[in-house]
């Protein structure tokens, strides 16, 4: 045996002793564990278990504490990066190593204002075409596809029980896109304005900021300059063709959205370059950091409302994808044309021969959520997705995060984040931090507020010059109900049903909006006005219109 063999091995006065299986097994075992098996009569030392416990107990509190300086100094470690690229990418004209110091980074973060870096823009694909990737998504957009064919043929049957034939005429679109032509010659002379007022203005005051001995006067002739061309050529100008020629509601949209879309950018352009000269001039730079027009028409076109030098860019451009997202937009827009159609037009041209009352109203909201929550839903596909996306393609702008995934907010607020990331950005620098800027950080209630406002008014500004009449319905849904879910259904809120409050206030919202501006839009054909032109534009008109049949 084992033993034996280990007697007859050993040689006379060693002093080494025979490892068996016992005793690598004995050696192996744990001290405390060999101590609680030498105890004495096989009882437990009781002391022992308590001390031993203690110390597993320290050792797993040390554990928590050492994770969470370890995270600490990650996320240091992150930020200081991000911080570095963030300068970089904000910055053509100066290199920051890798290894600057703080004080470097501090003073290079003051050269813009408010002192935080701004949007950092990487390659990036938009959700929707991710998710479409997905056999049970794509189902659900082959469902909507489904739902515009049974429109088609409600819409050609009935058409064909009626007159007898099939009518494929589309009134309606050639009624709301009407005069194109003028649309097209406002929407060059807002362009062409655009290109060259803002970027030889900017031109004329940088290069004569360094060597003006009043430089507050110089900057403020420019700016005064600048601020009539945004009020008075971009703003009056385009507002005035639209009322003038009686434009219809289609092409005043697209002539006031451009207006308001190339207002937000040559403001963009002028805020992001404005600091980097400021700061040459203070470090007596010999050159003044002008971008080239070439950057500037860049940006105009580019789907994006943060202006930068440059973008990050795809390699090759996709045709085909740019023809499908454009074959979207046109299938988006009849499919709105057979809402209209088979939803809106046989409901509302009758509403003006009942009186205004409580229920008509009620059931007016209700009856309007199905086709309002379609229209919300092809305004986002057909706009934020499709046409974006078909414009990034041709102009290879990687950046793609044009929205995020709203549909799963469970918060107005971060639902305001998610569903036009593009507004947003611009709204949230160029609004909200500029104002904590001004006012000092602990004014972050008023700066909300002032966005709020400002959002509500120029949306409020569309829909009045479009429609051609002033009813404050999106503006009061904004600045009352818009501001109290915001601090009600706030990120705290991440359950389940807090996502269904959500959804449901949507749909109600919608409700509301298709309801009470198709009520307005049908009194105003169908009832004389009573009032000066004036008068007529702010009182609505629905309210007192009733015709006797």
């Not at 043929?153 to 034939?165: A, K, N, P, Q």
């Not at 040559?266 to 700061?279: C, D």
């Not at 007596?284 to 202006?307: D, E, H």
């Not at 006005?529 to 219109?545: H, M, T």
Request: aromatic letters at 18%; charged letters at 15%; one cysteine or more.
């Amino acid at each position: 045996m084992a033993g034996e063999d280990c007697v007859r091995k050993r040689q006379p006065g060693s002093a080494t002793t025979c490892k068996t299986p016992e005793n690598e097994e004995t050696q192996r075992i744990p001290e405390s564990e060999r101590s609680l098996q030498n105890s004495s009569n096989g009882r437990v030392d009781v002391d022992h278990v308590i001390t031993r416990k203690m110390q597993l107990i320290a050792e797993a509190e040390l554990k928590p504490a050492f994770m969470k300086e370890v995270d600490s100094h990650f996320t240091e470690f992150v930020n200081s990066l991000v911080a570095k690229s963030a300068l970089l990418d904000s910055s053509s004209s100066s290199s920051f190593p890798a290894s600057c110091s703080e004080k470097e980074l501090h003073k290079a973060k003051t050269l813009r204002a408010p002192p935080e870096h701004g949007k950092i823009f990487t390659a990036r694909r938009s959700l929707l075409d991710e998710l479409f990737e997905v056999s049970h998504i794509r189902t659900i957009y082959h469902m909507f596809i489904a739902l515009l064919i049974v429109f088609i043929l409600s819409t050609l049957l009935v058409d064909f029980i009626d007159e007898g034939r099939l009518v494929l005429g589309f009134d309606l679109l050639v009624f709301v896109f009407g005069k194109f032509p003028i649309v097209f010659c406002t929407w060059l002379c807002m362009f062409s304005a655009t290109v060259i007022v803002p970027y030889n203005l900017f031109i004329w005051w940088a290069q004569g900021y360094g060597s003006s001995s009043h430089r507050a006067i110089h900057s403020f002739f420019y700016g005064m300059l600048f601020t009539l061309f945004q009020t008075a050529g971009l703003g009056f100008g385009p507002t005035y063709m639209a009322i003038s020629y009686a434009l219809p509601p289609a092409s005043r949209f697209i002539v006031i959205l451009e207006q308001v879309r190339l207002v937000m950018k040559a403001h963009s352009f002028v805020r992001e370059n404005v600091p980097r000269v400021l700061s040459s001039v203070k470090d007596k730079s010999s050159t003044v950091p002008i971008p080239r027009i070439s950057q500037y028409l860049y940006f105009l076109f580019a789907p994006t409302l943060i202006y930068r030098d440059s973008y990050p860019r795809n390699p090759t451009i996709r045709w085909g994808y740019v023809a499908t997202k454009f074959a979207q937009v046109l299938g988006s827009l009849f499919y709105a044309y057979y809402i209209f159609v088979r939803l809106c037009i046989p409901q509302f041209p009758n509403s003006s021969q009942e009186a205004f009352n409580l229920r008509g109203l009620v059931l007016c909201i209700f009856n309007s959520i199905l086709p309002g929550v379609l229209i919300f839903f092809l305004v986002f596909f057909a706009f934020l997705h499709c046409w974006l996306n078909a414009f990034a393609e041709m102009l290879r702008f990687a950046d793609r995060m044009f929205y995020k995934d709203w549909w799963n907010s469970t918060s107005y607020a971060n639902y305001y984040r998610t569903w036009n990331v593009v507004v947003h950005d611009w709204l949230y620098y160029y609004a909200y931090r500029d104002f904590l800027w001004f006012f000092g950080k602990k004014s972050k209630a008023a700066a909300m507020l002032s966005v709020f406002t400002i959002s509500a008014a120029v949306h409020e500004y569309v829909l009045s010059i479009c429609f051609g009449f002033f009813y404050p319905v999106l503006f009061c849904l904004f600045m009352c109900f818009g501001m109290v879910f915001n601090f009600i259904l706030n990120d705290r809120r991440k359950g389940p049903i807090w996502n269904v409050i959500m959804w449901t206030s949507l749909f109600l919202g919608q409700g509301v909006i298709i309801c009470l501006y198709s009520q307005e839009w049908y009194a105003r054909q169908s009832c004389p006005a009573e009032n000066s032109p004036f008068l007529d534009y702010l009182k609505p008109r629905s309210w007192s219109c009733h015709v006797k049949m």
